[in-house]
């Protein structure tokens, strides 16, 4: 009798914890920049998001990794992507929720090692890999299905699909099937959107044409200034002018201004949408009396992303054709992530800074519509998840050993707002191939571009990383590149071609795009990007593999301006018998050029030939070359 009383005791100390597990909404978008959302400061309509900001806590000091992929395995393991290497290392969150008794499900992106279903998710609606056609399922540029069901094969979508409304139709039915199971739900909503291509219903894109017709400049201010109205940024923040491969908006052609202001429309058009599927979401929470006991969390997977598209097809693209490839400009770019520099796939704030809103009625001790200033980081929310769902973290998984979690729980953050700023996470570690390496450590930031040398900032004194610290402060540099190294060399698995020594000059940013077309390029003058550079420059190229110009006749490159987009300021078709030919440096002589302006590259496919492999073309679109001369 009394060891039945005991079990009696136990299992309701079981259920009574069962109950008290919170459901658990995670909605994350793809490529959205920090200030995108109205109550970020943007100007695109978002008022669900603002709803939920105003209901619950926006945090202003949280981050995530360079590029999607790389968050996501956070996301889902609690360590950086290379401590995890490829989940060998790691346990899916989704396993630990499923044995806690929680539905699991994830509609929209996996793009993470198998299939979700390995995971420990119950239900998986979407794709697995990195980006589709919003419009017709299929990869990107191509005419294969991506989205499936479970384990099924890919298979067409209907007439009238899009994405986003589809994966929100699937997690609103995932917490239906939860909530009759008597099961609290793990819900992954992974939107696609606003990933390239800028695919988007008319009538949302339509309402916007006219809003963006002021510029990235202009509109930048205005959402720095609208931040600092709402309290996000203080007086430290300092905005910053546009760097060397952003297009000046005053320089461009009227034409093309409003070519750009459509393009930007596009990318506002499909992020309208994402809000009203959620807003679809949350109301239906609401309905089903879910609301109080459901935490929602809201972020970006990185910053805001560089794009372009080939400048010779901007106006053949419309964003509701099936067909189409929009994109927008790095211009656009630089507003997306205001106040910050640079983008995704960088380590730099603009690369790492995610707007994150959380509302939890029954746990949120904040003032509703409040903004806290706590350092989180994506790893935080593994662990977060695990106490919520009263769950530990094992040490093996079977016979494997698991790495410790990189992040802390944010619940004492949810619950005492005045926490200090590092109590929950100090330290945090980016590493993303060549193009995005950082560490931040305390007051200090290194980051470096493209394998470039470390760039040192003070993020107390200067979040806007304005100031490179790195010349006057050596010691400080030491002590943050040995830490970076420590990091690299004893808790991850990464490839030595993510720590390779850093170089010793600064190729800026497009550097690893135009490598995809020129596999062989190490650099140039100028840099790619580089700002004030002199009226009277050569313009050289520097390989590692033998350059020939054999069958490249009429495959020419061209230099022009920026504004005046239909003359040829300079060009050239190098032929056999070339003084480079068999080299691997190759210099052009310049006219003298115009100062503060901004030239570009445009080159047929196969103007040169690298190691016996033809080059692919230079665009100023997805593979772009851009400088600006001084004043």
């Not at 299939?115 to 980006?131: I, M, Q």
């Not at 099924?152 to 917490?175: E, R």
């Not at 973290?393 to 802390?408: H, M, V, W």
């Not at 050239?572 to 006219?591: M, N, Y």
Request: proline residues 6%; glycine residues 8%.
């Amino acid at each position: 009798m009394k060891n039945i009383f005991v079990a009696l005791i136990v299992i309701s100390a079981f259920l009574a914890r069962a109950a008290e597990k919170p459901n658990i909404l995670l909605i994350v978008v793809d490529d959205m920049g920090w200030s995108d959302v109205g109550c970020f400061g943007g100007e695109i309509d978002t008022p669900n998001l603002d709803r939920l900001a105003a209901g619950g806590v926006r945090f202003s000091d949280y981050r995530v990794n360079p590029m999607c992929v790389v968050t996501r395995t956070s996301l889902m393991t609690g360590h950086t992507h290379s401590q995890s290497d490829n989940y060998r290392r790691s346990l899916p969150i989704a396993k630990l929720m499923q044995q806690a008794g929680y539905a699991t499900s994830i509609s929209g992106k996996w793009h993470q090692p198998g299939n979700p279903l390995d995971a420990g998710f119950d239900s998986f609606y979407g794709f697995l890999h990195g980006a589709i056609n919003c419009l017709t399922g299929c990869a990107e540029g191509q005419n294969n299905p991506q989205i499936q069901r479970g384990r099924d094969k890919p298979a067409p979508v209907p007439d009238g699909w899009y994405s986003t409304d589809a994966f929100t139709d699937d997690a609103i039915g995932q917490i239906d099937s939860a909530v009759a199971d008597g099961k609290p739900f793990f819900t992954y909503l992974a939107f696609n959107a606003p990933h390239t291509p800028l695919h988007a219903y008319e009538k949302d894109v339509e309402k916007y044409y006219d809003r963006y017709e002021a510029g990235w400049e202009t509109l930048r201010k205005k959402r720095f200034a609208r931040m600092k109205a709402m309290g996000l940024i203080d007086d430290r923040y300092v905005d910053t002018p546009p760097n060397g491969e952003v297009r000046r908006w005053n320089e461009m052609s009227v034409a093309t201004q409003k070519q750009e202001a459509r393009r930007m429309a596009a990318y506002a058009g499909m992020l309208d949408r994402v809000d009203q599927n959620i807003g679809r979401v949350l109301e239906h929470l609401r309905k089903k009396g879910l609301e109080k006991d459901t935490l929602v969390i809201f972020f970006s997977d990185n910053g805001g992303a560089y794009s372009n598209g080939d400048i010779q097809t901007y106006d053949a693209q419309i964003p509701w054709h099936k067909n189409s490839r929009p994109y927008c400009s790095n211009g656009w770019s630089y507003l997306k992530n205001t106040p910050w520099r640079w983008y995704k796939s960088s380590a730099e704030e603009g690369g790492v800074s995610s707007p994150l809103i959380v509302r939890w009625p029954k746990g949120l001790k904040g003032k509703p519509g409040s903004i806290q200033k706590q350092r989180l980081h994506v790893t935080d929310l593994y662990p977060t998840f695990l106490a919520l769902a009263g769950a530990d973290y094992p040490e093996k998984d079977g016979d494997r050993k698991l790495e410790p979690l990189y992040g802390g729980s944010m619940l004492p953050a949810f619950r005492n707002p005045s926490l200090p700023e590092h109590a929950v996470h100090d330290e945090i570690f980016w590493a993303f191939n060549f193009t995005g390496k950082g560490m931040l450590k305390g007051d200090w930031k290194i980051s470096s571009i493209s394998d470039g040398p470390w760039r040192l900032y003070n993020v107390n004194k200067d979040p806007c990383t304005t100031q490179d610290l790195a010349a006057a402060m050596p010691e400080k540099l030491k002590y943050m590149n040995d830490a970076w190294f420590a990091f690299a060399n004893n808790h991850t698995k990464m490839s030595k071609d993510w720590k390779q020594p850093l170089k010793d000059y600064q190729e800026g940013w497009g550097f690893h795009r135009i490598r995809m077309v020129l596999p062989a390029y190490e650099s140039a003058i100028p840099h790619m990007a580089e700002e004030n550079v002199p009226t009277d420059t050569d313009l050289t190229f520097n390989f590692s593999a033998p350059l020939s110009f054999e069958k490249t006749k009429g495959k020419a490159i061209r230099l022009y301006a920026v504004g005046a987009d239909d003359e040829v300021v300079w060009q050239a078709d190098p032929e056999p018998g070339h003084a480079a030919e068999g080299k691997t440096s190759i210099t052009f002589d310049l006219p003298q050029l115009k100062p503060d302006t901004t030239y570009y590259l445009l080159a047929d496919a196969g103007w040169i030939t690298l190691g016996g492999k033809r080059a692919g073309p230079i665009n100023d679109g997805a593979y772009w070359y851009r400088f600006r001369t001084g004043k």
